[in-house]
């Protein structure tokens, strides 16, 4: 009877049951051993440098919303092109990693650049209708020599200018030697073949390059005599500096008439 009474009782240990695991003997066994952990999710966040807002140590421009782009940038009205990009270049290293900051600076910059142009290409077209109206205005005679008169690009006048001055050099050099007569003919060959070239007529391109020689020459004569001795060198002569007159007139003759 006695051992009917301990077998039957489960919470008895007996040498011939088995031991229950000890996970099983206890009531709260899920809130214990669960793998999954209810903690609150702001405990479960872990605090680091990436958490951190973006540009957070980055200083901040103070004049972001400012309306007129010559405070916002800190320069006068009346600044120069340089001192722009001076206060461009100082703003932007100051607030460097600023994403906003940099736009808005970049921003008023990108303002007072447009400004700048509207403001030449003003002064550019109103300079051109002032020399138009006075070209109007101006009497019969000076309407016909402008007439004949162009302007090249630059490169046409600096290549042209070159060719002649190195002429000129030339002659000097050589001029205690032999007197500029192959400069003078080399230099008036050069201005016809480009008068040839500009009004595709042999017959004007050679009447203009005389008649430029002519006047230089002349002109020449008249105006070195008036130079006092002390301005030249001994090795000058009349016949020299007669034909660095006559070289300008060639050159001027070549490039601005047509």
């Known amino acids: 009877m006695?051992?009917?009474?301990v077998l039957s009782n489960p919470t008895l240990?007996?040498?011939?049951?088995?031991?229950?695991?000890k996970y099983e003997q206890s009531t709260n066994i899920r809130t214990v051993c669960s793998p999954i952990s209810r903690i609150p999710r702001k405990s479960q966040r872990i605090r680091c440098a990436v958490d951190a807002p973006y540009e957070g140590n980055i200083p901040k421009f103070t004049r972001m919303n400012v309306w007129n782009p010559y405070k916002r940038l800190g320069v006068s009205p009346y600044a120069s092109e340089e001192e722009i990009w001076s206060a461009r270049n100082?703003?932007?290293?100051q607030y460097a990693g600023n994403e906003r900051s940099e736009e808005s600076i970049e921003e008023a910059f990108e303002k007072l650049l447009?400004?700048?142009?509207?403001?030449?290409?003003?002064?550019?077209?109103?300079?051109?209708?002032?020399?138009?109206?006075?070209?109007e205005e101006s009497p019969?005679?000076?309407?016909?020599?402008?007439n004949f008169v162009e302007l090249p690009p630059l490169e046409v006048i600096f290549r042209r200018l070159f060719l002649f001055a190195f002429?000129?050099?030339?002659?000097?050099?050589?001029?205690?030697?032999?007197?500029?007569?192959?400069?003078?003919?080399?230099?008036?060959?050069?201005c016809i073949y480009f008068l040839n070239e500009k009004t595709k007529s042999l017959g004007r391109a050679?009447?203009?390059?005389?008649?430029?020689?002519?006047?230089?020459?002349?002109?020449?004569?008249i105006v070195v005599p008036m130079i006092p001795t002390v301005l030249l060198q001994p090795t000058w002569t009349l016949e020299l500096m007669t034909s660095l007159v006559g070289y300008i007139f060639l050159?001027?003759?070549c490039t601005f008439l047509k």
């Open 251 to 253: 050159f001027v003759a």
């Open 140 to 146: 019969p005679w000076v309407k016909n020599i402008l």
């Open 167 to 190: 002429m000129g050099g030339w002659s000097i050099m050589t001029a205690s030697e032999s007197g500029p007569a192959f400069q003078v003919a080399v230099s008036l060959a050069a």
């Open 114 to 135: 447009m400004t700048s142009f509207k403001e030449r290409k003003k002064t550019k077209i109103n300079l051109k209708t002032r020399l138009k109206k006075k070209v």
């Open 90 to 93: 100082f703003l932007l290293e």
């Open 13 to 21: 240990s007996s040498p011939f049951l088995p031991n229950k695991p």
């Open 206 to 221: 050679f009447t203009i390059g005389l008649g430029a020689l002519a006047a230089g020459w002349v002109c020449g004569s």
């Open 2 to 5: 006695a051992t009917s009474l």
